[in-house]
């Protein structure tokens, strides 16, 4: 059974520190890994989604790497600004029809 | 652009009572879900849809009823409210090729039963 894990479940850093959220799976065989952010009473925005053959996306401040041999995603912010505050979320597709998600961990950057 | 399109915000229901959770969406997505998100236990996917007239289980339907009838609907209805369904329930949808089309939600709909 696949078992996605975030840690830290929460992290605050200063305005302007570069930051990395991690991202563990225990079953390698999958298809893809989406990052998603969750603002507070709000449903989840797709922010990078790497295929199981790449190694990583990029989207403005962001990037998302995969290791799928060693079971692992990262998600590097640049820059962080206050309103990068949210809760950032990780999901994996297997073979199955849904898709795995972590607990998420919730950041916070400070002015 | 209006994406996926949930209703109602919230709803409180009282034990036994049966209700529908509605989610449209306009991006012409063949694949639907609904997950619930509870604290500590994170999204659980309830049934999905690859299409107009199909349906599955997910990880935890019991106590829910989905169909889909046309490509933009996947309502979800609740048979018999309990309290243990006191939760956020999230629509979600992706195109077709859905092991690399990245997933849509909706905004939610708070439920609380008591």
């Known amino acids: 059974k696949q078992e996605v894990t975030q840690i830290p479940a929460a992290l605050s850093v200063p305005e302007g520190e570069n930051l990395v959220l991690n991202c563990s799976f225990t079953d390698s065989a999958i298809y893809n890994l989406q990052w998603f952010r969750q603002d507070p009473g709000k449903g989840l925005t797709s922010l990078l989604l790497?295929?199981?053959?790449?190694r990583e996306q990029t989207s403005g401040r962001l990037n998302a790497s995969l290791d799928k041999s060693s079971g692992r995603s990262t998600l590097y912010i640049a820059a962080s600004q206050p309103g990068d505050s949210a809760t950032y979320l990780c999901?994996?597709?297997?073979?199955?029809?849904?898709?795995?998600f972590g607990k998420g961990t919730k950041l916070t950057v400070n002015p | 652009n209006a994406g996926v399109t949930q209703t109602p915000k919230f709803q409180v229901l009282k034990t036994g009572q049966s209700m529908t959770l509605q989610c449209a969406q306009d991006m012409n997505h063949e694949y639907m879900s609904w997950y619930r998100q509870d604290p500590g236990m994170g999204l659980r996917l309830i049934h999905y849809s690859v299409g107009a007239g199909i349906t599955d289980q997910g990880e935890v339907p019991n106590g829910y009823n989905v169909s889909r009838s046309t490509t933009e609907d996947f309502p979800l209805r609740l048979l018999s409210a309990a309290p243990s369904q006191t939760s956020v329930y999230f629509c979600?949808?992706?195109?077709?090729?859905?092991?690399?089309?990245?997933?849509?939600f909706g905004n939610g709909t708070r439920l609380t039963v008591t």
């Open positions: 999901a994996v597709k297997g073979g199955s029809e849904k898709l795995v």
């Open positions: 979600a949808s992706s195109g077709l090729d859905r092991n690399n089309s990245p997933l849509h």
């Open positions: 790497i295929q199981s053959s790449q």
